[in-house]
């Protein structure tokens, strides 16, 4: 256990399905990460939340909409997805988004597939 | 950020030192190295990090060089729950993000 929580671990889903992914984290860190991780690719970032308030953007499609509540929680929406974004997606957090030892604590990730 | 190369794998044997090198001939005077593993199908998890004198924990040492064009990373006794991806990355600290490269496939063998 890290100390960042992401449900559901698993999930499958249809072209035309809505879901959600959550990330909680208690460590009192103020920036969280949404990274992607396709088979044989290196980690993609995907957005970057710093205060609640999104400060990147990395050209994700807007069947992916993140959702930041509050610092301890972050939401990934997802509509109309492709197979293609069938991936295995990292949430992250970290103290602050600019500080020294800022290293970063990462969940275990949700295994999504989409058919 | 600057660019990392790393080595795509690496073999050591169980008990012996494992030593993993990166080159970032590009890294600027505030950018920081930092180490991360991934063991199959997890999160990756943070290692070490450093500016310039090396560093150690419980985990690793990291060796970074004079220039800071390389560093290495040292697991002393490398056991078989070592074997993981492991990350070398260059940050500016005022940049929150953190770039993955491909980095190093660490097999430890018994």
């Known amino acids: 256990e890290t100390g960042v929580t992401q449900t559901p671990r698993h999930l499958v889903m249809g072209m035309t399905n809505k879901k959600s992914l959550k990330c909680e984290q208690h460590l009192g860190h103020n920036a969280m990460y949404w990274y992607k991780q396709s088979a044989k690719k290196p980690l993609e970032l995907m957005f970057v939340?710093?205060?609640?308030?999104?400060?990147e953007n990395n050209s994700v499609p807007s069947r992916f909409s993140p959702e930041c509540p509050n610092s301890s929680h972050l939401f990934l929406h997802l509509h109309t997805l492709q197979p293609e974004d069938s991936a295995l997606y990292l949430c992250a957090s970290s103290r602050s988004q600019g500080a020294i030892s800022n290293g970063y604590t990462f969940g275990s990730g949700t295994r999504l597939t989409v058919v | 950020d600057a660019k990392t190369t790393q080595p795509p794998s690496m073999d050591c044997a169980e008990g012996r030192a494992a030593n993993l090198p990166c080159n970032h001939s590009t890294i600027s005077g505030n950018e920081y190295v930092y180490w991360y593993r991934q063991i199959h199908s997890q999160g990756p998890q943070y290692i070490i990090h450093?500016?310039?004198n090396n560093e150690t924990n419980e985990m690793a040492s990291l060796i970074i060089t004079e220039d800071r064009k390389s560093s290495t990373l040292i697991l002393p006794h490398a056991t078989l729950r070592d074997t993981a991806v492991y990350y070398c990355?260059?940050?500016?600290?005022?940049?929150?993000?953190?770039?993955f490269g491909d980095g190093t496939t660490l097999t430890v063998k018994p």
């Open positions: 990355i260059v940050k500016n600290t005022n940049a929150g993000k953190s770039t």
């Open positions: 939340y710093s205060l609640e308030e999104r400060v």
């Open positions: 450093g500016l310039k």
